[in-house]
């Protein structure tokens, strides 16, 4: 496929704007952090939090300070998060992938140019597992860190944030509630809005069903329920998230969990580590087929199990 087809085929399964921070590649594993103090974040909530969630905010309010929040490009943005990771003895690489093929030495984009008009909205989850094995300290801390920033540096409003957490006070992060969460995220989202999506907890590998994974696996999310529900694939996400999220609409992701480099399975990805003459890649073994076929599939069985429904009432 020569890259004016792969490109036209990706605008074709993916009509919106997406890009996402990944806190490592797919082979890799996150990291707990025990104080997130040593990033420098004002005022954070708690000591514990996610390493990747930690670098991307201290180099975010970093920028802040110094005015070049507007002027940092993707590739600053990476290798700073990739150093403050370095400084702090965490090995993991952050990743970028996205739905369209980026310069990463321009300035990257949070907030879609539409704002003006359009509606800043936020789903984010931080899931500790609390009382299971496996359980985490810090991703309470991220999303209420994230919540912060999100609020005083770029005036998202608290009604448009959709919060769930295993606190005991928020919505539950169960299986049913993420998928929801990110449905209805889609559902209400319109052209000129801009999208947050932040996940802090386990992620996990699976083996590949569908065909369309080079390493043999889905990457995944692990929901608090997962023993009772299971884990959430990437296929499942960009099920539900990715492809239905409509064109106009700019949502930016960050993944902070293990084996997360590709989770939302999009077509153009950029390492810290990468080659910048280079710059973002297109994925060539990328199975547009398979994810379209899939996401085609589930979208008539849904409509058929709808009018069954219908018929039965």
Same mark, same amino acid.
């Given at each position: ?14 009509? $919106? ?62 290798? $700073? ?16 992938? $996205? ?15 539409? $704002? ?39 005036? @998202? ?36 809005d801009t999208v ?73 990805r950029f390492t810290a580590d ?13 199975? @547009? ?25």
């Amino acid at each position: 496929m020569n890259f004016r087809d792969f490109d036209s085929k990706a605008e074709e399964a993916i009509p $919106s704007e997406i890009t996402m921070i990944s806190g490592c590649h797919d082979s890799q594993t996150s990291a707990d952090v025990s104080n997130v103090g040593n990033f420098k974040l004002p005022n954070p909530q708690g000591k514990s939090g996610g390493a990747c969630t930690a670098a991307l905010l201290s180099t975010l309010y970093e920028c802040d300070r110094n005015g070049t929040l507007g002027n940092t490009s993707w590739v600053d943005l990476l290798r $700073s998060m990739r150093n403050n990771l370095l400084n702090k003895g965490f090995d993991q690489v952050p990743q970028l992938t $996205s739905s369209r093929l980026i310069d990463v030495n321009k300035p990257f984009k949070m907030i879609n140019d539409d $704002s003006s008009y359009g509606t800043k909205r936020a789903v984010l989850i931080g899931i500790n597992y609390t009382g299971q094995q496996g359980q985490l300290s810090g991703c309470h801390n991220d999303v209420k860190n994230m919540k912060e920033y999100l609020m005083n540096i770029h005036g @998202f409003e608290e009604r448009n944030m959709t919060i769930l957490m295993d606190d005991g006070r928020h919505a539950n992060p169960t299986r049913v509630n993420i998928t929801q969460a990110y449905r209805d995220l889609v559902r209400y989202s319109m052209p000129g809005d801009t999208v947050f999506a932040h996940y802090s907890g386990h992620g996990g590998r699976i083996v590949d069903t569908s065909g369309d994974e080079d390493d043999g696996y889905d990457e995944t999310l692990i929901p608090v329920d997962f023993k009772r529900s299971g884990q959430i694939s990437d296929d499942e996400l960009f099920r539900d998230l990715v492809k239905p999220m409509p064109k106009g609409v700019l949502m930016t992701s960050l993944m902070d969990c293990c084996h997360s480099g590709t989770v939302l399975d999009l077509p153009y990805r950029f390492t810290a580590d990468g080659d910048v003459s280079q710059g973002m890649q297109r994925m060539n073994n990328y199975d @547009f087929d398979s994810l379209l076929g899939g996401a085609v599939a589930c979208c008539c069985l849904m409509e058929l199990l709808g009018c069954l429904f219908d018929v039965m009432d």
